[in-house]
Every structure is written in C-alpha cells, then in structure tokens.
C-alpha cells in the first residue's frame, strides 16, 4: 500500500521514489538536493510537512520486489501448528513451508550479543518456558531455550533460517520495532541482517513497523527491497 502522504518524508522517499516521482508529487532535484518537501495528503491539501530528505537513501531506489512475492501464498510465521511440533518462526515450521512451496515471513528480534533471532515475541513466555526479555538472552542462551509445541527444536538465528531456506521460496523478513523496549534502539538489529543477508542469492525482502528501521536498512542493504508495515497514521 502507497505510505500516506502524511508520513515522514524519508520513509516516503525510501519506499515509493519512483512512483510519486512520476506524479509530480516531489521533483527529483527536491530530492537530490535533500531539501524538505510540502507533501499532499490523502484529500491532496497540502500537508504541511517539511523535513530534510537524505540523500543518500534518494540515490539508490531499493530492487522490485521479486514476483515470487505476488505469485506464492506466504506463510506467516511460517507454516507453524503447535499441534503438529511446528511451532511459529521455529526450524520445523520453516521445513514445511519449503515443502509446501509456500513463501515465509519471519520476524526479527536482537540477542544480547549482536545476533539476529527469529522470534515475534518481545518477551519469552508465551513461546518458551522461559522469562523475561529475548534482547536479554545470548546467542547460545537461545539455542538451548527449546520452543513451546516443538520436539526439542531451539531459537533460531537468521543465518541458520537462510541456510534452511536456501533460496528455494521467497522470505519477508519483519525486523521488530526495537525502539519498543527499555534500553533498544535502531541500528544494532539493522546491522546483523543487512550482514547475513549479504551473501544470501535468495529473494527476499525486510519490512518494519519502525519508519527509522526501514530507512536504516536503506543505507545498509540498498538492493534488499524494503517496505514500510503499517497501521492507520493519525
């Protein structure tokens, strides 16, 4: 969905250049000189908003999105049923959604020690026996940490969900709103996908709620193809 006109102007530049480029809704020397912009909202008044545009995101529009995308039903979570030993984001519903030829979305959460883990959650009880914080875990702390509804399977890292995938299906890759929770910010989590996704021939795609997060993996991972997820902006 086209991001609202109301929405910061570097989310809108990172996401949908091209497009409003080709309306005349913000000139291409506007942008290239990283000045602010009066963006239109959705009744086309002007918005009234003007804030600097970066550069370097407006020089490189992200990839198309692969057709994959819009071609296979996506499983969410992956293909998970606590019921059958696949839990969501864990190892097994990963293997089924390959088998099933579905693609996979997976969400993001950042490890004590740096890492990318595939896990929705903030906190671990409703998806392991344990408490408190995934960013408060280590890496090795999360692979010991089995996930409620599996047989024994652990918390993945992103690498070992790319390894698992290896390109067969296309992969959206939620990265969590870090900013969420005490101590968290962007950049960090940012970093560890952009570095596994580097090496990955794949398709693939990341996407976050977090405006400031998209715009991140913009300048990190330019040819990754980004987008904004969103509610209703008020």
Same mark, same amino acid.
């Given at each position: 969905?086209?991001?609202?006109?109301?929405?910061?102007?570097?989310?809108?530049?990172?996401?949908?250049?091209?497009?409003?480029?080709?309306?005349?809704?913000?000139?291409?020397?506007?942008?290239?000189?990283?000045?602010?912009?009066? $963006?239109?909202?959705? *009744? !086309? #008044?002007?918005?009234?908003?003007?804030?600097? &545009?970066?550069?370097? %995101?407006?020089?490189? +529009? @992200?990839?198309?999105?692969?057709?994959?995308?819009?071609?296979?039903?996506?499983?969410?979570?992956?293909?998970?049923?606590?019921?059958?030993?696949?839990?969501?984001?864990?190892?097994?519903?990963?293997?089924?959604?390959?088998?099933?030829?579905?693609?996979?979305?997976?969400?993001?959460?950042?490890?004590?020690?740096?890492?990318?883990?595939?896990?929705?959650?903030?906190?671990?009880?409703?998806?392991?026996?344990?408490?408190?914080?995934?960013?408060?875990?280590?890496?090795?702390?999360?692979?010991?940490?089995? $996930?409620?509804?599996? *047989? !024994? #399977?652990?918390?993945?890292?992103?690498?070992? &969900?790319?390894?698992? %995938?290896?390109?067969? +299906? @296309?992969?959206?890759?939620?990265?969590?709103?870090?900013?969420?929770?005490?101590?968290?910010?962007?950049?960090?989590?940012?970093?560890?996908?952009?570095?596994?996704?580097?090496?990955?021939?794949?398709?693939?795609?990341?996407?976050?709620?977090?405006?400031?997060?998209?715009?991140?993996?913009?300048?990190?991972?330019?040819?990754?193809?980004?987008?904004?997820?969103?509610?209703?902006?008020?």
């Amino acid at each position: 969905e086209r991001v609202e006109r109301r929405g910061a102007v570097r989310q809108f530049v990172a996401l949908r250049v091209e497009d409003d480029v080709a309306h005349g809704l913000i000139s291409r020397e506007q942008l290239q000189l990283g000045v602010g912009v009066d $963006l239109p909202d959705e *009744t !086309g #008044e002007a918005g009234g908003l003007a804030r600097a &545009v970066d550069p370097a %995101v407006v020089d490189h +529009v @992200p990839a198309a999105l692969p057709a994959s995308f819009l071609r296979l039903p996506i499983a969410h979570r992956a293909l998970h049923d606590a019921g059958a030993g696949r839990p969501e984001n864990g190892p097994a519903a990963i293997r089924a959604a390959v088998q099933a030829g579905y693609g996979i979305e997976i969400d993001l959460q950042m490890s004590a020690d740096g890492a990318a883990l595939v896990f929705h959650d903030y906190d671990l009880d409703r998806l392991t026996a344990g408490k408190g914080l995934v960013r408060n875990l280590g890496t090795a702390e999360a692979r010991a940490l089995a $996930l409620k509804g599996g *047989t !024994g #399977e652990t918390i993945p890292t992103l690498p070992e &969900v790319l390894a698992i %995938v290896a390109g067969r +299906v @296309p992969l959206l890759i939620e990265i969590k709103d870090q900013s969420r929770v005490s101590g968290g910010t962007v950049g960090p989590l940012e970093a560890a996908t952009a570095a596994a996704l580097a090496d990955y021939a794949g398709p693939a795609a990341v996407m976050s709620f977090n405006p400031d997060s998209v715009a991140e993996m913009a300048r990190l991972a330019p040819d990754v193809p980004r987008g904004l997820t969103t509610c209703a902006f008020t």
